[in-house]
């Protein structure tokens, strides 16, 4: 799937992520996430998992971004999105959400929910725009910074 950024008018593919692309994601995995501390062994293993799926976003045939989600149980967790600063604000972001979301639908699942720093104003100020909402605060930290719990449910 692919469609035209809003910045530029330029072609950007988002597309799930394959075993070749498993050093880019550990390099951005360890860039963005550096909390999780993931091997590259360990996003191997994802890669192979039926519940972890990975989507990479492409421009000029290079990754400038991934998403990461589990489906389990019915629900859709979103762990993480991650879009390389030069690219930012053009919709990559957005567009990896949407196409999460659409997995969700599409693997029955009847919310997507996630987790994210209560200081990511821009991610907060996304997911809303995408019908997410607070679900209040955990008791865990991320990255050393309190979080917020959001979910969009997909069913009525």
């Given at each position: 799937?692919?469609?035209?950024?809003?910045a530029?008018?330029?072609?950007?593919?988002?597309?799930p992520?394959?075993?070749?692309?498993?050093?880019?994601?550990?390099?951005?995995?360890?860039?963005?996430?550096p909390?999780?501390?993931?091997s590259?062994?360990?996003?191997?293993?994802?890669?192979?998992?039926?519940?972890?799926?990975?989507?990479?976003?492409?421009?000029?045939?290079?990754?400038?971004?991934?998403?990461?989600?589990?489906?389990?149980?019915?629900?859709c967790?979103?762990?993480?999105?991650?879009?390389?600063?030069?690219?930012?604000?053009?919709?990559?972001?957005?567009?990896?959400?949407?196409?999460?979301i659409?997995?969700?639908?599409?693997?029955?699942?009847?919310?997507?929910?996630?987790?994210?720093?209560?200081?990511?104003?821009?991610?907060?100020?996304?997911?809303?725009?995408?019908?997410?909402?607070?679900?209040?605060?955990?008791?865990?930290?991320?990255?050393?910074?309190?979080?917020?719990?959001?979910?969009?449910?997909?069913?009525?």
């Amino acid at each position: 799937m692919s469609f035209n950024s809003n910045a530029d008018n330029r072609q950007v593919i988002i597309r799930p992520a394959s075993k070749l692309n498993l050093y880019t994601l550990t390099l951005l995995t360890k860039r963005f996430f550096p909390y999780v501390d993931f091997s590259t062994d360990e996003i191997k293993r994802r890669l192979e998992s039926t519940n972890v799926k990975y989507l990479v976003a492409e421009f000029n045939r290079g990754i400038i971004g991934f998403a990461d989600f589990e489906l389990k149980d019915n629900h859709c967790k979103l762990m993480g999105i991650a879009v390389l600063e030069e690219h930012r604000r053009k919709g990559v972001a957005r567009k990896l959400a949407e196409t999460i979301i659409a997995e969700a639908i599409k693997y029955g699942c009847i919310s997507v929910f996630l987790l994210v720093s209560e200081e990511n104003a821009p991610a907060i100020s996304l997911y809303n725009s995408l019908g997410f909402t607070s679900k209040g605060k955990s008791d865990k930290v991320l990255d050393g910074k309190p979080i917020i719990i959001m979910e969009k449910l997909l069913v009525n």
